[in-house]
């Protein structure tokens, strides 16, 4: 590739959940010279190139250290890339009562899904240009309080009002920005989130290739925010409107929390 510059896209969270399948979509959905993906588990990202069209580099870095930021900073200045796509998918949350859930592991829920994100955001903007994109993972709870899932909640409607506003700044660059909202999604988040029965009712589950096919849809339509399914955009309709006290308490009788 010497002599010109590296069309790529940068992939958190990209061992599972919704970051592996964010990695195989745009693969499909677009040509890159290199997919650069980032998580913990080295092994598994390797595991993607088998999968993917284009030349798949894996960073293992654990983003809730700041150290793995100065990685990915060198890195840029040493390669100078194209960033065409970021997609920041890499999160955490628990399920529980605040006060009786672990402290540190409550910090690392805003330190992933927050502090991360607007790292990547910030380091990758000097290689991004007009027609490049940003997905940022928010979730329902972006757009409501949401008791037992209280530090989760708080860290996704920062995400949103991030984006929203991100997006903003950088319309005369040609840059779009997106908050993907989605409702409940099959993936690994649960098998790190749930210690308990704190949480019961689910009202429905989508499959994260769908999150991703809607996602993608609004991308290419320059919306702000994806949201899959006519329920789950009708409720972010409506709790924009209700009285906050109303929301929770809603929230808290489905699970048993009256």
């Not at 890195?75 to 955490?92: D, F, K, M, S, T």
């Not at 910030?122 to 928010?138: E, Q």
């Not at 037992?148 to 995400?159: E, L, M, T």
Request: glycine residues 6%.
């Amino acid at each position: 590739m010497t002599g010109r510059v590296l069309k790529i896209a940068v992939i958190t969270g990209a061992s599972s959940g919704m970051g592996r399948e964010f990695v195989f979509a745009l693969d499909a959905d677009e040509v890159f010279d290199e997919l650069w993906v980032i998580a913990r588990r080295q092994d598994r990202l390797e595991e993607l190139q088998m999968r993917c069209r284009a030349k798949v580099r894996p960073l293992s870095l654990d983003l809730i250290e700041r150290e793995s930021f100065d990685v990915y900073r060198r890195l840029l200045e040493q390669e100078r890339p194209e960033i065409a796509v970021l997609v920041n998918a890499a999160g955490c949350g628990l399920f529980g009562a605040f006060a009786q859930m672990d402290m540190d592991a409550q910090l690392d829920i805003v330190d992933l899904n927050d502090r991360a994100l607007t790292a990547m955001c910030h380091l990758s903007l000097p290689y991004m240009s007009r027609g490049s994109r940003i997905y940022n993972m928010g979730s329902m709870s972006s757009w409501q309080p949401v008791p037992y899932i209280n530090v989760y909640g708080a860290s996704k409607a920062y995400v949103l009002s991030f984006s929203r506003s991100l997006r903003v700044e950088l319309k005369n660059r040609g840059i779009d920005v997106m908050a993907v909202c989605p409702g409940w999604i099959t993936t690994e988040f649960f098998d790190h989130a749930v210690h308990d029965d704190t949480i019961s009712y689910y009202n429905r589950f989508y499959p994260p290739e769908q999150v991703i096919r809607q996602a993608l849809r609004d991308m290419k339509k320059h919306k702000p925010t994806s949201v899959l399914g006519l329920p789950e955009r009708m409720q972010a309709r409506l709790v924009k409107h209700l009285p906050v006290n109303m929301v929770m308490k809603t929230w808290c009788k489905q699970q048993n929390k009256d």
